[in-house]
């Protein structure tokens, strides 16, 4: 605690890193998620295949995954949202595609038949209706990534695992438990708000909490 | 390319020493999975049939699923100190909430109808546990243990930061002396290990079938 006190702006910064580090994961895993799910909703054949590489890729361990990056994309922030957004893909995915394929047929069928175009179809009917699961999908990835990004400091990639790991090389307690601490708290705040949005999404749809 | 030759040059090497290393992750891993088994089955099934302690203990562990793996194992060190009981303990602890969760849902996901006719049949609560629920509940047990491993084969390489060794040695002194070589002939095998226990728990679940007489 007397870390935490006595240097607020090191941690303050560092917490305004991970959490940067978890946004740029969240947009660039919504950029290909969101059009590659939507792919797969279309063409059933296509799941099988994907989402089997998509977990082969989210079992391989974090720290490997990093240092496989290194020769590629050196040292960094870069290489650890790379591996992030990779490990998204199946949290993301999997539950938009879920979100995307439980829509009653009946109900897209009323949009065709009041006029609604493709493009109108997925603005206004599938995406609202795919939205909870796709929060629910970005909840997953926002605690994934704040875990992870912790051990992406051994990287150089900054945030709150640098107090950990320059705990643990100091034998510095107090820094290692300001660490856990701010992580922690940073992992509970993105789990309430997000799902904060999630029942907001959801009441959008049923005009009731669920 | 060139870099796995030289990781393979490196390994060749250092063949002792390698195989040391994987000896640790692989004793260091199971371990941690036995232990956490053999404590948090009992306790999912206790829970499973009380569902007031269930809310709370279930939320207990979602919540605690929260906490990353790398402060839990971190944190071993102030109170344990380091080396392998530290990291162990970590570890187990990390196994903790999947295995825990899963034999929960598992349980209390078996039809009521089918407990109902094995009463009716005249089996003893004991017998309804150990011949129809456990085994309906195996598919979820397994998952929940084929989460556990991959998270705690991936994590006992973070055991090595707390003097736990394992193949995490690689990555730390490959990184202390900047080469990536040396980093690969840790984290190649890390992920293999991983794979082959995510495919095995698969395979496992894939072939478990409730025999029928």
């Known amino acids: 605690m007397n870390y935490l006190v006595n240097n607020f702006n090191v941690v303050a910064e560092l917490f305004l890193q991970h959490l940067q580090l ?12 969101i059009p590659l799910g939507l792919l797969l909703a279309r063409i059933r054949w296509l ?3 994907v989402m089997s590489v998509l977990g082969i890729i989210y079992t391989i361990p974090s720290l490997s995954f990093f240092v496989l990056l290194i020769p ?10 790379v591996a992030l957004t ?33 493009w109108q179809r997925f603005w206004q009917i599938e995406f609202p209706l795919a939205l ?29 695992g640098v107090l950990l790991f320059q705990g643990v090389i100091t034998a510095n307690y107090s820094k290692i438990f300001t660490g856990a601490l701010a992580v922690t708290v940073l992992s509970f705040a993105a789990n309430y708000f997000i799902r904060y949005l999630e029942q907001r999404a959801e009441f959008r749809i049923y005009g009731k909490r669920i | 390319m060139d870099l796995f030759l030289k990781a393979f040059e490196y390994y060749m090497d250092n063949q002792s020493f390698f195989w040391n290393a994987t000896r640790q992750h692989l004793v260091l891993s199971s371990f941690a999975m036995v ?15 009380r569902t007031g302690i269930a809310q709370v203990v279930i939320n207990v562990f979602n ?36 295995v825990l969760i899963n034999t929960y849902a598992g349980i209390r996901g078996v039809d009521a109808f089918i407990i109902e006719a094995a009463v009716g049949m005249g089996m003893t609560k004991t017998q309804v546990m150990s011949k129809i629920e456990i085994p309906l509940a195996i598919p979820a047990i397994v998952t929940g243990i084929r989460i ?25 002194r490959g990184f202390a002396l900047y080469d990536v070589p040396i980093m690969l002939v840790g984290a190649i095998p890390v992920a293999l290990l991983a794979l082959t226990s995510e495919s095995f728990w698969s395979l496992f679940l894939r072939r478990y079938q409730i025999p029928e007489n």
């Open chain 1, 72 to 81: 590629i994309f050196g040292l960094g922030t870069r290489p650890a949202i």
């Open chain 1, 22 to 33: 978890t946004l740029a994961v969240i947009f660039f895993s919504l950029l290909i998620g």
């Open chain 1, 86 to 118: 990779a490990y998204a893909q199946l949290l993301l995915i999997r539950n938009w595609l879920v979100g995307l394929t439980t829509i009653e047929p009946a109900v897209l069928e009323a949009a065709r038949g009041m006029g609604l175009n493709g």
């Open chain 1, 132 to 160: 909870p699961m796709l929060l629910a999908g970005i909840r997953l990835v926002a605690l994934s990534s704040i875990g992870i990004g912790t051990i992406a400091a051994f990287i150089n990639a900054g945030g709150l």
């Open chain 1, 47 to 49: 799941r099988g295949p």
């Open chain 2, 148 to 172: 556990a491993s991959v998270e705690v084969i991936s994590s006992a390489t973070l055991a090595s930061f707390i003097g736990g060794g394992g193949l995490g040695d690689f990555i730390t």
């Open chain 2, 35 to 49: 232990i956490s088994l053999l404590i948090a089955l009992p306790i999912g099934i206790w829970i499973a049939k």
């Open chain 2, 63 to 98: 919540a605690f699923r929260v906490v990353p793996s790398l402060a839990i194992l971190f944190l071993a060190l102030p109170y344990l100190g380091l080396g392998f009981f530290p990291s162990l303990i970590a570890l187990t602890v990390l196994a903790f909430p999947p």
